[in-house]
Nanobody
Framework: QVQLEESGGGLVQAGGSLRLSCAASGNIFNINAMGWYRQAPGKQRELVATASNGGRINYEDSVKGRFTITRDNAKNTVYLQMNSLKPEDTAVYYC?????????????WGQGTQVTVSS
């Protein structure tokens, strides 16, 4: 099991910035990717950005050029720098760690942190 602790959400005006942090603990050696997802009211959870152990990074199209995901492997932490925030970025943001144990893939989730962007 991997435990994920998020921080950094809050309320910001459109055009502002926030940085989310997520620290992993537990069986971190099974982690092969970390990332961020978000879920707005009435919508399905969607991928925002992911970063694999091998350095592969993926972004959802609407955040490209505005959000940056980074990992600090020494601290077992993943960050999401969010710039030029828009009201449509308002959602609960969830940290995710993908693990593989005995050939089986698992998703580990944080508790979520609220990001609210006012217009």
């Amino acid at each position: 099991q991997v435990q994920l602790e998020e921080s950094g959400g809050g309320l910001v005006q459109a055009g502002g910035s926030l940085r989310l942090s997520c620290a992993a603990s537990g069986n971190i050696f099974n982690i092969n990717a970390m990332g961020w997802y978000r879920q707005a009211p009435g919508k399905q959870r969607e991928l925002v950005a992911t970063a694999s152990n091998g350095g592969r990074i993926n972004y959802e199209d609407s955040v490209k050029g505005r959000f940056t995901i980074t990992r600090d492997n020494a601290k077992n932490t993943v960050y999401l720098q969010m710039n030029s925030l828009k009201p449509e970025d308002t959602a609960v943001y969830y940290c995710n760690a993908k693990t593989t144990v005995f050939g089986y893939s698992n998703d580990n989730w944080g508790q979520g942190t609220q990001v609210t962007v006012s217009s």
